[in-house]
C-alpha cells in the first residue's frame, strides 16, 4: 500500500477549539466548510459535536451531509440559500441561515415556511463582498421581524483584515458594525479565528474559528495566543527509493536541482496530486526519520526528493513528515506562497487517519 497518508489529531481540534472559547468567553460555532478545510467535515463534527455550541458551513450541500452522518448539533450556512427552494430543506433540517442580500430577504418574506428561521443578519461594514449595505441594515431587520417567519436574529459581520496586526482596518469596521446596529438587542458575531487570537477587544456573543481548529496560525508573524495552538494534521510518507549522486547530477523535472557536491537523495511517495504544493522550493523543510531537511528539485504528481546527504540514520522506508507538528503547515504555505488554509483545502488522495478520538 502506498505509504501516504494524513493523521488527524483529534484531541489536538478539541484544544483548539476550547482555546476559541477561553479566550473569548463566547459562544463558538466551528467552522468545518470545505469538508472541514481537508480534515474531514463529518468526523470533526463527531469529535465537537459533544462540546460545540454549532457548526458553521458554506452551503445546504456542506450542512446535509453532516444530518445524514447524524450530527444534530445547529449548523449555520454562512452564504445562506442560493435559490429560494433551499428554504424548504433549510426549515426541515434546523439549519440556521446567513441573510446577506437583499433578495434573500425578500425571498423570506415570499416563502410559506413551516417553522420560524433562526437568521444571521450579514452587514457588510467594509469587506465589499456579502454584506446588507449599513444603510438597508436596521430595515432588514424590522422585516424579518414583521415577517412573522423569524424566530431569532443574530447581527454579523467579517473582517477582511484581522490578520494584519497593525492594521486598523478591523476597527474601523466594528465602528461601522457598531453604528449599523445600534437600538437594534439582539446577539453579535464578529470574529474569526484571526480576530478570536489577535483583537481581544471586539465584542462578539459568537466567534466562528475556522483555521484555529485546525492548529494553524492565521498570522504572518509570531502571536502569543496562536503559539498555543495544536496543529491537528500531519501529513505524512515514506522514502521509497535512495539514490547516491555524484556532484553535477540533476534531480527531477526540468533538472531545476543539480546536486553541487555528492548527495544522498531520498525519493518520497508525495506529490501534487495529494496536495503537496507543487511550487514549494528546493529548500521547502522536510522532516525525514525525525530529523530536519529540505526539499530538492520540482515537486511531480506522485513523488518528490529530499536531501538524506546530512541524515545519516534515514534510508529506504524512513518516514517523511510534509507538515504536522514539526514542520507547520504555515511554513510550507510561506515557501510555495499561499496560506496555510489552502495547503488543508488542497489535500485530496491520501487515506485519512484519525487519532486521539
Ligand atoms: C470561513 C469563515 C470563517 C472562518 O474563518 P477563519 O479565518 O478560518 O477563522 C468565519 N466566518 C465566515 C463568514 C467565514 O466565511
Known amino acids: ?88 430543506l433549510i426549515i426541515e433540517h434546523d439549519f440556521w441561515c446567513v441573510v446577506h442580500s437583499l433578495w434573500q430577504l425578500e425571498a423570506i418574506e415570499q416563502a410559506a415556511l413551516s417553522k420560524p428561521l433562526t437568521i444571521w443578519l450579514k452587514l457588510d461594514s467594509g469587506m465589499h463582498r456579502v454584506g446588507l449595505h449599513p444603510k438597508d441594515y436596521h430595515e432588514a431587520y424590522q422585516r424579518l421581524l414583521a415577517s412573522g417567519k423569524v424566530a431569532k436574529i443574530v447581527l454579523m459581520s467579517h473582517f477582511a483584515r484581522a490578520d494584519e496586526l497593525d492594521c486598523t482596518s478591523s476597527n474601523e469596521q466594528v465602528a461601522v458594525f457598531e453604528a449599523a446596529r445600534q437600538g437594534l438587542a439582539a446577539e453579535v458575531s464578529l470574529r474569526n479565528s484571526p480576530a478570536v487570537l489577535g483583537w481581544p477587544s471586539v465584542s462578539s456573543d459568537w466567534v466562528r474559528p475556522g483555521i484555529m481548529l485546525y492548529g494553524a496560525t492565521p498570522f504572518g508573524e509570531d502571536q502569543a495566543l496562536a503559539a498555543r495552538l495544536q496543529p491537528v494534521m ?45 511550487h514549494a522550493p528546493t529548500g521547502t523543510p522536510v522532516l525525514v526519520a525525525g530529523q530536519r531537511s529540505q526539499l530538492l528539485g520540482r515537486v511531480s504528481m506522485d513523488m518528490l526528493c529530499v536531501d538524506l546527504t546530512d541524515v545519516p540514520q534515514a534510508g529506504l522506508g524512513s518516514t517523511v513528515e510534509l507538515w504536522g507538528k514539526n514542520i507547520l503547515a504555515s511554513d510550507i504555505a510561506v515557501a510555495a506562497d499561499t496560506i496555510p488554509y489552502q495547503i488543508f483545502c488542497n489535500l ?10
Do not use: W
Not at 254 to 267: L, N, Q, S, Y
Open 234 to 278: 500531519t501529513l505524512e510518507s515514506k522514502v521509497i527509493c535512495v539514490r547516491e549522486l555524484p556532484a553535477g547530477e540533476p534531480v527531477g523535472y526540468g533538472a531545476r536541482f543539480v546536486t553541487p557536491k555528492p548527495m544522498r537523495i531520498g525519493v518520497v511517495a508525495m506529490g501534487y496530486a495529494d496536495g503537496y504544493p507543487r
Open 1 to 88: 500500500m502506498r505509504p501516504a497518508r494524513a493523521l488527524i489529531d483529534l484531541q489536538a481540534l478539541r484544544h483548539n477549539y476550547q482555546l476559541a472559547r477561553d479566550v473569548t468567553g463566547a459562544k463558538a460555532l466551528a467552522v468545518i466548510k470545505a469538508d472541514a478545510y481537508g480534515h474531514g467535515a463529518v468526523r470533526v463534527a463527531q469529535a465537537l459535536e459533544a462540546e460545540a455550541d454549532g457548526f458553521a458551513v458554506a452551503c445546504i450541500e456542506e450542512a446535509l451531509e453532516l444530518r445524514a452522518a447524524g450530527i444534530r448539533a445547529p449548523v449555520l450556512l454562512l452564504e445562506g440559500f442560493f435559490e429560494a427552494d433551499e428554504l424548504a
Open 348 to 357: 485530496r488522495r491520501v487515506p485519512r487517519l484519525y487519532i486521539g478520538a
